[in-house]
């Protein structure tokens, strides 16, 4: 009998079959990164999104808390920071807190923070938790700094004051009647809250929150 005829794989054909597989990886690779990528980049945005919503909620929260104390200042806005006298939601019978919010540049970039204080049970204590408030937006030490909460990278941001029907810079004078010291006895009726978004974050643009007292909201809007 004639002997079998067995024929391999040329050098050239296996060549050309580890080409084809090499470019097949890549493109397989290729395919993975930009998966990879998305996922990451829609858990980011993922991530940006709750925290603001988590922050815009904490705003809301402690307006709703606002606490009107005789011979204090429940709420205040001077161009940098605005402080809030609140309810001790959390633990009640524990005393009333100081809250602050303002932007700081951080390593170079803008972030909306938020400041609170220990409970206070005294009004020399309120007196010196509203005082820190105020310098931590201004100019903080360590003490304040381990006291706030980064929220999100801002650009910039605005706060109006709804009185007399008509939204207005709360540095402005509304005609309420003034205690000494100057400041207004009658709280604005809400409060507009303006973010500017940086551009190169996952969440970017303007974005308006407004707030409306509970005893005063109607159907104002």
Do not use: H
Not at 15 to 43: E, K
Not at 48 to 61: C, D, H, N, R
Not at 118 to 143: F, I, K, S, V
């Amino acid at each position: 009998m004639a002997p079998r005829n067995c024929r391999g794989f040329t050098l050239i054909e296996l060549l050309v079959a580890l080409a084809v597989m090499a470019v097949m990886a890549g493109l397989s690779w290729r395919g993975i990164d930009g998966m990879v990528r998305a996922q990451a980049q829609v858990q980011a945005r993922s991530d940006a999104v709750l925290t603001l919503q988590a922050g815009l909620s904490q705003w809301g929260a402690d307006l709703d808390a606002l606490l009107e104390i005789p011979t204090t200042t429940a709420l205040d806005w001077d161009g940098r920071a605005l402080r809030v006298t609140r309810r001790n939601t959390a633990e009640p019978g524990k005393g009333a807190l100081v809250v602050a919010w303002t932007r700081r540049n951080i390593d170079g970039t803008g972030q909306w923070l938020r400041w609170q204080s220990a409970p206070l049970l005294t009004r020399g204590e309120w007196q010196t938790a509203w005082a820190q408030a105020a310098q931590w937006a201004q100019n903080p030490g360590d003490e304040e700094r381990k006291l706030e909460v980064r929220i999100t990278p801002l650009e910039q941001w605005s706060v109006f004051y709804y009185r007399n029907d008509s939204w207005s810079n709360p540095l402005s004078s509304d005609g309420s009647p003034i205690v000494p010291g100057g400041t207004p006895i009658v709280l604005p009726d809400g409060i507009r809250l303006v973010l500017t978004l940086p551009a190169e974050g996952a969440i970017s643009g303007t974005l308006t929150r407004d707030w409306m007292r509970p005893t005063q909201g109607g159907n104002k809007s």
